[in-house]
């Protein structure tokens, strides 16, 4: 007999206490898991977005709310575009139609996307770099017809180059489906500026415009003129962007660890709590094996087994129920099946959360499991085996 | 092996003190077998306690095998009780959730001993006790004298070299006390262990190589 056997034993003998035990751990580590997998997947995104357009300048109408460098509504004439070029330190102004739908398709009524792009399409490579672009297919040359598809909506509608969709009531082809990492891109739809114009009635109306500047123009400075130029818009630079959007990501993240440390505190008094009982009804046992000779590291390493045990197999189940609540909430929140969740789980619940969530249930279990240490092994042995229970 | 010098354990508490043994000198030679009889609350358990190193005495000292166990750490306490001496509790003090054999294995596997060695030996040891055919029973699967008998195996694991047994046979009925008392004998001439035992049992003390009797926390002879 191996002495960490007995804790099994120990926890086999109060099973309903040991069961609700584990899943008092699970609820907590699947309730950290949801949580965390729902609001990384929210940072994860808002830090990608800024990975688009940078050291360019956005031009967006006054007021908008901007996630990164993309607006949520507000809408601009598209003629701002020549107003634009028109300013000697600007390059090139690239008009854009950024539609943003959280649940696929259910504002605009059209093809099941969560982001719908209209843009030049001889602008396409200019604006996002070829490592989101990674195209299966060709690139949309036929501006009235042609489409590009992220993979995840190619996934879930069966889509390759070459396939037939319906836009709005009008049939479209699709040149390519885009491979590449991005999330966002997975979710998207990308075609000119004119066909979204047309389909979502935008007609001669865009919601932002990207400014490329020329070599040693100074982004700042450039910003304040168009913005003093062009009245009803706001000029973003980066820094302005990052400005805007850390103060979220910061307080997602706050809530993120407040969530994590909340939940974990109260699975190590539920642990703390649970192995105080057993070590105290135990006490006639440890004082059995004290007074036989056992080592304080002996003990030591049984109740730590013990305790790490329902850390394992809580925090297992944990991750078991949070990677179901992440799937199962994601789909929720973006009309998505939950088959392509499951697809990409390692997207939406990172190896390192897991591991991260595993690692912290079984510390946490330890740790609750010294305080039980220290009461048995200040117990008074002889008083105790006296003791009539 | 064993000897004790003015040996002294008192409770204290908010309103008195009881001197539960009082200034006990005990002299023990190795391989020998001595009783020690007396009333209930005569300080026996306490005086066994500090023999076997369970307590520590309020004054004086155990010396074991001559070394002064006040000079020991705890750690070097616990490694003479797991090695050196094997306890009878009055209670049994069985772990519940183990088996007869487990219970006896107990020792050995504090000791390090290697899993196949252990069930090897511990079997030995039950079917030298009669209960071969009980390995695999809980405890509470177990009639009185059946546990008697386990703690006894439990008591031999680590072959030691003392062993002290409380009350042995205070709750079992005299023809179980009797194969108690038989198995306790042969044990002590077999292994040549030195047997402390404190008991009220007269038929126990008819057997001992020596009788101390033990009222109100002293010794006499």
Known sequence: ?389 | MIKTVDLTKIYRTCSSAIVAVNHVNLRVRRGSFISIIGPSGAGKTTLLNLIGLIDKPTYGKVFFNGVDTSLLSEKERRETRLLKIGFIFQTFNLLPQLTALENVELPMALMGVHPREQRERALKLLEAVGLGDRGDHLPRRLSVGEMRRVTIARALANNPQLIIADEPTGDLDPETGSKIIDLLCFIHRERKTTLIVATHDEKVARVAEKTYRMYEGKLET
């Open chain 1, 1 to 389: 007999m191996r002495i960490s056997a007995i804790c099994l034993k120990n926890l086999k003998r109060r099973r309903l206490r040991t069961i609700l035990c584990i899943c008092g751990i699970a609820f907590s580590i699947a309730f950290l898991v949801g949580v965390s997998a729902t609001t990384l997947r929210v940072m994860a995104i808002v830090r990608e977005m800024n990975f688009f357009f940078e050291d360019e300048i956005i031009v967006v109408a006054r007021n908008t709310l901007v996630i990164q460098g993309f607006p949520i509504g507000g809408t601009i004439p598209e003629k701002t575009v020549d107003e634009l070029e028109e300013i000697a330190e600007v390059e090139d102004a690239v008009p854009m139609l950024f539609i943003l739908e959280l649940r696929a398709g259910e504002v605009s009524g059209a093809f099941p996307a969560n982001v719908t792009i209209g843009l030049p399409l001889d602008k396409l490579l200019l604006l996002f770099p070829s490592v989101f672009l990674r195209i299966e297919g060709y690139l949309p040359s036929d501006q009235y017809k042609e489409v590009l598809v992220g993979r995840s909506i190619a996934d879930q509608h069966n889509l390759f180059a070459g396939s037939s969709i319906s836009f709005g009531g009008k049939n479209l082809t699709v040149a390519g489906v885009i491979r590449g990492p991005s999330i966002i891109l997975s979710r998207s739809i990308i075609m000119s500026l004119r066909l979204l114009q047309e389909l979502q009635r935008y007609e001669g109306q865009i919601n932002m415009v990207v400014v490329k500047l020329k070599p040693n123009a100074d982004v700042e400075e450039v910003a304040d003129k168009i913005e003093r130029r062009i009245n009803y818009v706001m000029a973003l630079t980066e820094s302005e962007r990052n400005e805007l959007t850390y103060p979220i990501l910061e307080e997602l993240s706050f809530w993120n660890y407040g969530t994590k440390i909340f939940m974990l505190i109260i699975s190590g008094m539920l642990v703390a709590t649970v192995e105080i009982m057993n070590v105290s009804e135990s006490r006639r046992d440890f004082a059995t094996l004290i007074a036989i000779g056992a080592p304080e590291t002996s003990i030591f390493k049984m109740i730590l087994a013990e305790t790490s045990l329902l850390g394992v197999l809580g925090g297992s189940l944990g991750l078991l129920f949070g990677g179901v609540a992440a799937v199962f909430f994601a789909s929720i929140y973006t009309d998505i099946p939950a088959i392509f969740f499951i697809q990409d789980f390692f997207n939406l619940v990172p190896p390192r959360l897991i591991a991260e969530a595993l690692a912290l249930a079984i510390l946490i279990c330890i740790l609750s499991g010294i305080v039980p240490t220290f009461f048995v092994l200040r117990t008074n042995i002889s008083e105790t085996l006296r003791a009539e229970y």
